[in-house]
């Protein structure tokens, strides 16, 4: 069986801090792993993706993620938060590419 | 390069009713995907085709959902009858074969049932 938890359903940051949204997942076997961000009325953009490559991976918009097998977990990162980052991002999980499960979204505001 | 086409973008019925969606994926992208998203939800799989073919309909309400790509390309989801727990909004995605599994969205049709 597959899912993923994200461990908090809003973050909240100040525009120029760090940003950490929390994804952990369960797979029996080994997964891909994916972040999609979702913007108001727009549709879903993949931010960044692992496949049993390199475990940090590196994504779009300065976002990156590292895959810890041994937490199970696949948290999303970025430096410095910017206006334009406010959106509902998910989590996603596959390991056959014929089911996909998503996370039930971390919600991020970011402060002026 | 065009994206994922959707239509309509809204659409408001009674329970009861049928409806259906409309996609039309990116040009030459083999896998198209169906998904349903609750409000406050993540989006959940209905139904993923590999060209024509039926890859995983597992979650599928088959009783009153129901799911075509005849010729590879488009797709067309239908419900009927639809209930009221079926307002959502209603994704496709579509991406190429292999072991990448992108999956490029189109921008939802927003399903009202009263």
């Known amino acids: 069986a597959q899912s993923v938890t994200q461990l908090d359903s809003h973050v909240s940051v100040s525009e120029g801090t760090p940003v950490l949204l929390r994804c952990n997942y369960s797979?029996?076997?080994?997964?891909?792993l994916f972040w999609y961000v979702q913007h108001p009325n727009k549709g879903l953009q993949l931010l960044l993706k692992?496949?049993?490559?390199?475990?940090l991976v590196k994504g779009i918009n300065g976002f990156e993620a590292e895959f810890k097998k041994s937490e199970t977990s696949f948290h999303l990162t970025k430096p410095s938060a910017h206006m334009s980052d406010a959106a509902e991002y998910f989590c996603?999980?596959?390991?056959?590419?014929?089911?996909?499960?998503f996370g039930t979204g971390t919600s991020l505001t970011v402060i002026p | 390069e065009a994206g994922v086409a959707q239509s309509p973008r809204y659409k408001i019925i009674e329970k009861r009713q049928s409806v259906a969606f409309w996609c039309n994926p990116i040009s030459g992208h083999a896998t198209l995907y169906w998904y349903q998203q609750i409000l406050g939800q993540g989006p959940k799989l209905l139904i993923q085709f590999q060209n024509n073919g039926v890859v995983d309909d597992s979650q599928l309400p088959k009783d009153r959902f129901s799911a075509e790509r005849l010729k590879g390309v488009d797709s067309t989801l239908k419900i009927q009858p639809a209930k009221l727990e079926d307002s959502a909004v209603y994704l496709c995605a579509s991406g190429l074969t292999g072991s990448s599994y992108e999956q490029y969205f189109g921008p939802g049709t927003r399903l009202t049932v009263t």
């Open positions: 692992y496949t049993s490559a390199a475990t």
């Open positions: 996603v999980v596959t390991n056959t590419g014929n089911q996909f499960y």
């Open positions: 797979s029996s076997y080994s997964p891909s």
